[in-house]
T-cell receptor, first 116, second 114 residues
């Protein structure tokens, strides 16, 4: 069965420091992978996605993620965190049915706090 | 401006009451989804809706849940007889025109069942 694991429930970093949020997935085929961000009281905003091709993908707000098939990982990174990045981050794998539906399976999320 | 607008943003209801949550996509798309997030838990898939029919539903989506798109625009989720455990944030999402995989979520409707 498909699943997504985000091992870090809560991470605190200092503003300006680098960030890496971990994500591991279990999926039988080539996965579609996503990172979403949820600010307090807001919906889920797509940060970036991986479908195929270059394994290092760039997203919005200066985020990037690297797909590593050998490690079944899709970790999210940012070289310098800003206070506005404080939010909850969700990794998701897409189960694509080829035109009828696409079900996203989410991880439990990582709550990021940013210290001044 | 959000891709998807959801109403109400917050609803409080008594157990056993019917609730209807609404979703209005800005663009005309065929793929729609409902997800829910119980407080402190992961976002869970409920149902997908394609070309005015349910294409897949999860185990959570039992007989007390229904979806429809009655006027070709609004996409609704109805809970017939709410239970305490239905308290959650409910997210509507739409897919891309060719269903490339990414979903665009609304800001959610928080349902509190007392």
């Amino acid at each position: 069965a498909q699943s997504v694991t985000q091992p870090d429930i809560h991470i605190t970093v200092s503003e300006g420091a680098s960030l890496e949020l971990r994500c591991n997935y279990s999926y039988g085929a080539t996965p579609y992978l996503f990172w979403y961000v949820q600010s307090p009281g807001q919906g889920l905003q797509l940060l970036l996605k991986y479908f195929s091709g270059d394994t290092l993908v760039q997203g919005i707000k200066g985020f990037e993620a690297e797909f590593k098939r050998s490690q079944s990982s899709f970790n999210l990174r940012k070289p310098s965190v800003h206070w506005s990045d404080a939010a909850e981050y969700f990794c998701a794998v897409g189960h694509y049915y080829g035109g009828a539906t696409n079900k996203l399976i989410f991880g439990t999320g990582t709550l990021l706090a940013v210290q001044p | 401006e959000p891709e998807v607008t959801q109403t109400p943003s917050h609803q409080v209801t008594q157990m056993g009451q019917e609730v209807i949550l609404r979703c209005v996509p800005i663009s005309n798309h065929l793929y729609f989804y409902w997800y829910r997030q119980i407080l402190g838990q992961k976002v869970e898939f409920l149902v997908s809706f394609y070309n005015n029919e349910i294409s897949e539903k999860s185990e959570i989506f039992d007989d007390q849940f229904s979806v429809e798109r009655p006027d070709g625009s609004n996409f609704t989720l109805k809970i017939r007889s709410t239970k305490l455990e239905d308290s959650a944030m409910y997210f509507c999402a739409r897919g891309q025109g060719e269903n490339t995989g990414e979903l665009f979520f609304g800001e959610g409707s928080r349902l509190t069942v007392l």
